[in-house]
């Protein structure tokens, strides 16, 4: 009994016409023949809410499960899938109400549906998590009622379902597709010219209409007695690091996501455009102390171990120690190596702290500084000033957008290289500084 109760409701269906009643009852005080026709209309919904409770509580009733893929892409949207199936012989209406995460912070979920009897329905909702890691979801619960609409019986499914969210392995696929296709520059990625022969020997060849005629090889072709040609391949098997500052400037918002989270989704799918390339790629995270490291490897599934290691990666409240970072790359990256250093700078001052270190590092490896431009502020410079303190805050504005700029000039006359980016179009840029570097052989 105590079970029938609890699944039961009331629809707003039956409270409507509970009050027309009680206004007819008022009404009938006056006029006296209209009292025993509203005690037959009582009669009568009495009727029809047992009729509705004996049908919705006949049968199989209401088959239901939530479909969830293995993991969520973080800042993508994800496809959530409810399949019903109606095991009445009846039509019903079906008010569907999903428990998502606390993390979505969305308490007002809701879904109709109507389907035909013995038939079976399939709806569909997106998700979009900012954040990684886990994401539980609670009850399924449908609440189904007959074309009467008088009650309703709530079916409870899928209890709890928890769904990891990684980083975004959507972009990381996207920029895969387009690293292999023809359209680079439909997504922003440039083709680089590439600047002189920085690439390994592979193989002899006959010259044909088009070589380089810089790559003939003359003691090949005294043999030969025909023209004969280097022929030469991109260098591979160099080792490329994404290193991640995830200290507290790193957990800034930009459009609900974590710059952190920015730097995690760009170094996935960077890595992957570099195995493709066919150097070695690997992991570090640091902020006052060196976090996970993932020495460099050029096998294709080392994604996998970096896609493990970025998961569970977040900021913490206090500042990076870029001498710790110094110390830890000179003891562990022997080999010149790429290094993608995602991190940020809001002021000058905070830059210059930090130079004697990434000199340091910058004389023995190719050091990439990737700091974000602070959209806000540019939206703040680009508004109209209208009254005075507006023009203060435009001028401050505009002070610490000539300070970034001051700071990349300092960064490449110390020959270290910049990308001072969006943090929207991190990835694209990204891409764009590591394809320079391999045409003009910087590594």
Not at 44 to 56: A, D, H, K, R
Not at 65 to 83: A, M, W
Not at 112 to 136: C, F, N, W
Not at 319 to 328: M, P, V
């Amino acid at each position: 009994m105590f079970k029938f109760l609890k699944s039961l409701y009331l629809s707003k269906r039956f409270f409507y016409v509970i009050s027309g009643i009680v206004l007819l009852f008022l009404v009938s005080y006056w006029i006296r023949p209209l009292y025993g026709i509203v005690w037959l209309l009582v009669l009568g919904l009495v009727l029809l809410l047992l009729m509705e409770i004996s049908m919705i509580y006949s049968g199989k009733g209401l088959e239901g499960n939530r479909l969830l893929p293995e993991k969520f892409s973080n800042s993508d949207l994800n496809d959530v899938i409810v399949q019903l199936r109606n095991r009445y012989r009846f039509t019903v209406r079906v008010d569907i109400i999903d428990e998502l995460p606390v993390q979505f912070q969305k308490r007002d979920f809701l879904r109709k549906a109507k389907i035909p009897g013995k038939h079976s329905q399939t709806l569909e909702y997106m998700v979009r998590p900012v954040d990684r890691g886990e994401y539980t979801f609670g009850n399924l619960n449908c609440y189904v009622s007959s074309l009467i609409g008088l009650v309703r019986r709530r079916y409870t499914f899928d209890k709890e379902q928890m769904v990891k969210v990684y980083p975004s392995f959507i972009q990381m696929k996207k920029y895969d597709f387009m690293a292999i296709d023809h359209r680079l520059s439909y997504a922003g990625l440039k083709k680089i010219r590439r600047i002189g022969h920085t690439m390994e020997f592979e193989q002899i060849k006959e010259y044909v209409v088009g070589d380089d005629v810089r790559t003939v090889n003359w003691k090949a072709t005294a043999k030969h007695a025909q023209l004969m040609v280097n022929q030469y391949q991109d260098e591979k098997m160099q080792p490329v690091y994404s290193i991640i500052d995830t200290s507290r400037i790193m957990k800034m918002p930009f459009n609900e996501l974590k710059l952190v989270d920015y730097a995690i989704n760009s170094s996935l799918a960077f890595s992957n455009i570099a195995l493709k390339k066919g150097d070695k790629v690997g992991v570090l995270d640091f902020s006052n102390k060196i976090g996970n490291f993932i020495p460099a490897k050029a096998k294709k599934t080392h994604l996998n171990n970096i896609l493990e290691s970025l998961y569970n990666v977040d900021t913490r409240f206090l500042d990076a120690s870029f001498g710790k970072l110094q110390a830890f790359v000179k003891q562990q990256i022997t080999q010149r190596s790429l290094l993608m250093l995602y991190t940020n700078f809001e002021h000058i001052s905070s830059l210059h702290r930090q130079m004697h270190y990434l000199q340091a590092i910058a004389k023995k490896h190719v050091l990439v500084v990737v700091f974000f431009e602070n959209t806000e502020l540019k939206e703040l410079v680009s508004d109209e000033a209208e009254s005075i303190p507006e023009i203060v805050d435009q001028t401050i504005a505009r002070q610490f957008e000539f300070d970034k700029k001051v700071m990349v000039l300092e960064l490449q006359q110390r020959g270290i290289q910049t990308v001072l980016t969006p943090p929207e179009d991190l990835t694209v840029n990204t891409i764009n500084k590591y394809l320079e570097i391999k045409a003009r052989g910087l590594l």
